[in-house]
């Protein structure tokens, strides 16, 4: 288990005045959200119009009452936050405007719900009636607890406990066989692959060597482990978080990869060269708002053009670079075909395929969806690149 995130002696703590007495407490935010100013202590007799209110106005509320209860809170809160506005505003003039619309009401939402706050004990107990045992979930997402009292978002602390099932049960991937054994086991803060056509999409392209292949940013190990189920003898894997490092050494070694796979800490490539080259960089060009959200947003595309950019260099000189991309961005006007035509063209590099495949997760049916117009024309595609002039 490993420890995560900053020491204690640097975390930023919450103050409050509680029984006529000023306490305090780590502050614990995945996402970095500074701690509330104001802090009320609260319990169940706060109606729910006047917590949505005092939350919207930034007030954090202090849970002191039945746990239970502070979920059926959160979600009344939640009900009021998704209400439709009387009078609609004016519909968006583009779907960029669209996007960036809905990434604010995304944004504001997310505050207001994480307004409602639970206190935990140091070995991470939650001292309210009918208060589940998150101690392991904590453990598993923050390392050993220290001893300290700390306080936390209620959603987040929800969100923790919803990962802590997924790393336990494992997501299916059909890519990988049939056998029950094949999952790939997420930990927290690192992406789930639950969106299945792009590994469709690698399991059926044509391998240009068998021998080598390098995985950048890996993320789970999802795209190294198929890639080694294919018959890759040797794939070298990279990231840069930690998180998902141990968690993709972990799954390899479920699935009995580690033998194949090496793991290596890198922004984008391991030295040398490979005659095959993957990246699936994240597929829309904005700025994350959480660490978990770096899995798909690429503000600036710094990824992408950093693959694109470095490919020629890190590619054998009859291999192939498959990139792995949604063309969602391009339907709301974020990024341009032709801005992606232009990096592969001065990356020195030339498209040999391309690989198609529509999606068919729950939101490209989902007509309330305020982007759905750009969600149900997108096509997710495998790009396989070569080198655009004779290699020596």
């Given amino acids: 288990m490993e420890p995560q995130g900053r020491g204690v002696s640097e975390s930023p703590r919450i103050e409050w005045a509680e029984g006529g007495l000023q306490r305090d407490a780590r502050w614990r935010s995945e996402a970095a959200v500074p701690p509330p100013r104001r802090v009320q202590v609260v319990d169940d007799t706060l109606p729910a119009d006047t917590a949505y209110r005092l ?4 007030t954090g509320l202090l849970w002191r009452s039945d746990f239970q209860n502070a979920r059926q809170l959160l979600q009344a809160m939640a ?3 998704d209400r439709k506005p009387r009078k609609p505003p004016p519909p968006p003039s583009s779907p960029a405007e669209a996007f960036h619309l809905h990434r604010q009401a995304q944004g504001q939402r997310s505050r207001v719900l994480g307004k409602v706050l639970v206190e935990l004990e140091g070995d991470y107990r939650i001292a309210l ?10 453990a598993q997402a923050w390392g050993p607890p220290d001893g300290r009292p700390s ?3 209620l959603r987040e602390l929800l969100g923790l406990v919803g990962a802590f099932e997924w790393r336990r049960k494992g997501v299916a991937i059909p890519a990988l066989g049939a056998a029950p054994g094949n999952r790939i086991h997420p930990h927290y803060g690192v992406f789930s692959p639950v969106r299945g056509e792009y590994l469709d999409l690698i399991a059926a392209a044509p391998l240009p060597s068998r021998e080598l292949a390098f995985d950048i940013g890996t993320g789970t190990g999802v795209i190294a482990a198929l890639l080694a189920r294919r018959g890759v003898q040797r794939v070298v894997a990279t990231d840069q978080d930690p998180r998902a490092l141990a968690c993709a050494r972990e799954n390899f070694a479920r699935l009995g990869l580690q033998d194949r796979v090496e793991l290596l800490e890198a922004d984008l490539f391991p030295p ?5 080259v993957v990246c699936n960089p994240p597929w829309l060009p904005a700025r994350p708002s959480s660490p978990l959200e770096h899995a798909i947003y690429d503000e600036g595309s710094r990824m992408l053009r950093g693959f694109l950019a470095g ?5 054998a000189p009859q291999g192939e670079g498959w990139l792995i991309l949604s063309d969602l961005a391009e339907h709301l006007g974020l990024r341009t075909r032709e801005e992606l035509a232009g990096w592969i063209t001065a990356a020195r590099l030339r498209v040999v395929a391309r690989d198609d495949m529509r999606p068919s997760h729950p939101k490209v049916q989902d007509a309330s969806d305020p982007l759905h117009a750009a969600r149900a024309r997108e096509v997710t595609s495998l790009w396989r690149l070569g080198h655009g002039v004779t290699q020596q």
């Fill in 151 to 153: 306080v936390a978002s």
């Fill in 311 to 315: 490919l020629a260099n890190h590619l």
């Fill in 55 to 58: 939350a919207s106005e930034g």
């Fill in 79 to 81: 009900r009021r936050a």
């Fill in 272 to 276: 040398g060269r490979a005659p095959l």
């Fill in 129 to 138: 009636p009918r208060a589940p045992d998150l101690r392991a979930a904590c």
